[in-house]
């Protein structure tokens, strides 16, 4: 059946001269992905709301179909003939297929995995077969400035007329079909729901599947102050490598998580009393802190598109559409339920070997998920706008190529520093104080694991050295780290000084020296990483809630 398929394929394609991965391959490839069972407890929300959520999971199916044919054309009749295939390696392929949304190997610089599969297009199928970048860019240009905004905009795709000339398609044709179904969902879902903001976005976005525009259902989404938090609709733009432009469709559908709500809202009234106790000179800090963005802690129940594809989505920050951010800013959703699966299927693996016997015991998901909210609060604290040789700048500017791996280090460290102030104040529990430095530790070989290359490794990187000079973590005879409990405070409060310094004074060359001495890998860190290769790189979910929904309510 393979053959026989890829025959027909392959008379399409482009042939790929590097040979597919076989099936002992595959199968190794598949177990850097972890299997989990997604589960969400729903039993608290009303049957209307039950009801209105199966209909939403049901929405965000179609975004599957959707993103697969905006990643490529040949995606759809590809799958099929996989489905039926017969033979462990037609299965193998099938299923590493469905985990990468596609053909090619994203965690291998999308490597296609399959024989007679192209090179992953930048284009994706956004643009038309054939087009250059050159070709489409050079037409855009010439378009008068409202049809070049359209042209260039995140919801339309590049066509080629019947007259081969090029021409912009709205998403709400080009997709039409799918939309419609998709409308109609919502719509049924708005009419179920008790809860007023949920009805006004879904019934705005339904409307925006059918009129292209998404202002109005973007700004809705800001609103949302419901229990069902849904994201659906073409938000992302990386599967459009050349001009990260398109849009992709996907759906996070969740359930908002009360605890952890609690927990933000209670931190948020302590932020302007850790702003005043920063290690950092008083004339530096900001007395009246600005509103915070807003955060919401959610559970998911469902991912679809370009939001199940590859290693899955932690949290993100929404919308894209400058207009709405401009006006409404913006807002982050974390996904309490998948980072509490990575932690098991990573982070837990990961501390066995990295972590001495009796610290591993110390490690904790309420110390790693605390740590990683107060990160996300710490962004908010601390020098911004700042004055350089008496003009003003901003700290991005300053530090200019260094300003994302510091700031990133300084979220993770004064994040540390923050909670510890509030076991010390008593509004966090005592026993916090033990686990989140254990438990960050381990995380910290979570995050090197990908490589310096990204903001966050370099950080981690830099914090790691710095807090090891610090005598603050210790390397055993077996190569084992551990936290010092006598001195990690204070490795933590000098290194939080030294960020907090370099960016109130926007002190571009001390940034980068930091950075260059401290932001690597050394070899003591290397032998641990050398021994994480059997533990996987990420999870592969199964989402039994939306499954056991889907039956309940068909
Ligand atoms: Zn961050």
Known sequence: MDALLLAGVALLLASNPSPAPDLKQLERLQAQYAPVDLTVDVSSLPENEQKALARLVQAARLMDGVFLRQSWAGSPS????????????????????????????RLNNNRPFIEGVPDKAAAANFYPAGATKEQVSAWEASLPP?????????????????DGSLTAVPYSLEYQGELALAAE?????????????????????????????????????????????????????YEDEWFNAKAAFEAFITVRDDEASAKLSRFGGELQGLEN???????????????????????????????????????YNLPNDER?????????????????????????????????VQEQTLVSFDAFFTHILMHELM???????????????????????????????KADISGMWALQQLVNRGVTDKSMERSMYVTFLASAFRSL???????????????????????????EPDGRFSVVAAKIQEGVRS?????????????????????????????????????????PVDIAPHFTTAERLAAQFP
């Open 449 to 475: 694991r990908f490589g310096l290359t990204e903001a966050h490794g370099k950080g981690v990187a830099l914090q790691v050295n710095w807090l090891l000079d610090q005598g603050a973590y210790r390397v």
């Open 379 to 409: 962004h908010g604290l601390g020098p911004h706008n700042i004055q350089v040789d008496g003009r003003a700048t901003t700290v991005r500017q300053a530090l200019q190529d260094s300003y994302s791996a510091l700031e990133e280090a």
């Open 78 to 105: 590809l799958l099929l003939g996989l489905a039926r295939a017969s033979t462990p390696l037609g299965a193998a392929r099938l299923h590493y297929f469905l985990t990468n949304a596609g053909p090619w190997d």
């Open 495 to 535: 290194l939080t000084e030294e960020i907090l310094s370099i960016q109130a004074k926007g002190d571009r060359e001390r940034a980068r020296a930091l950075l260059q001495r401290l932001g690597v890998i050394r070899p003591e860190v290397q032998r641990v990483l050398d021994r994480l290769g059997h533990v």
């Open 146 to 162: 409202e049809q070049r905004a359209t042209a260039s905009g995140f919801y339309t795709t590049i066509r080629r007329a019947p």
């Open 324 to 356: 709405v951010v401009n006006e409404k800013g913006s807002k982050r959703v974390m996904l309490k339920n998948v980072q509490e699966a990575k932690y098991q299927r990573t982070l837990i693996p990961i501390a066995r070997v990295a972590l001495t």
């Open 185 to 237: 969902l919502l719509r049924e879902a708005a009419a179920l729901t008790t809860q007023p903001t949920l009805k006004a976005f879904l019934a705005k976005r339904a409307d925006a599947f059918v009129s292209n525009d998404y202002y109005a259902s973007d700004v809705a989404w800001m609103e949302l102050d419901s229990r069902i938090e849904p994201t659906i609709g073409p938000y992302e733009v």
């Open 277 to 315: 106790t920063l290690p950092l000179e008083d004339r530096f800090k900001n007395p009246k802190l600005g509103a915070l963005a807003p955060i919401r802690v959610v559970n998911s129940v469902f991912s679809s598109g370009d939001a199940n594809r590859g290693v899955q989505t932690a949290a």
